[in-house]
């Protein structure tokens, strides 16, 4: 298992902050790779203004854990971080923040996608997209669980 820092953050965080710090904690890692995904706001006549992002606090957390125990388990990493908004995020806002340190590159790559493609399908938090005439709940794409389900299939054929 890998040093771990796995968090829900109601407020926004400073991303830069947070990866200087990631980095520098892992001083023996031949390799960093981070992901920082933001509130987009599409194009066309009602942007997305922000998202909101329902959870229940214990459950939420247990399942980005539990998607953080499966990467430390297919990866020998040496430190792990995913920092995942709550609440209302603002368009241009970081909704999450992945990191992973280990001693190759491909190692630290791998890790963050899968981390990504079961963060989109599996955790439990629910989204609603807030446009200036509409609101509505949002479901994972078919993209997102076609881009976790890769990942079984590797699992089940190595």
């Known amino acids: 298992m890998s040093d771990r820092c796995v968090r829900l953050a109601d407020t926004p965080f400073d991303v830069d902050a947070a990866a200087a710090a990631f ?10 790779a981070s992901f920082i995904g933001q509130v987009s706001p599409e194009s066309g006549d009602n ?22 125990s499966a990467a430390e ?17 603002e368009t241009g806002q970081p909704i999450v ?3 992973c340190a280990s001693r190759h590159r491909r190692e630290s790559f791998e890790a963050v996608e899968f981390v990504m493609d079961f963060l989109k399908s599996d955790v439990l938090l629910w989204k609603k997209e807030i446009r200036a005439t509409s609101q509505t709940w949002i479901e ?5 669980f076609a881009d976790k389900q890769r990942w079984e299939t590797e699992i089940c054929t190595e």
């Open 23 to 32: 980095r520098q904690s892992v001083p023996s890692a031949g390799a960093v």
């Open 97 to 99: 923040f992945v990191a």
């Open 47 to 68: 942007p997305v203004e922000a998202l909101f992002l329902d959870h229940m606090p214990e459950a939420s957390l247990a399942s980005i854990e539990k998607i953080a």
């Open 73 to 89: 388990a297919r990866w020998p990493l040496l430190k792990l971080m995913i920092i995942h908004r709550v609440g209302r995020v």
């Open 140 to 144: 994972p794409k078919t993209q997102d």
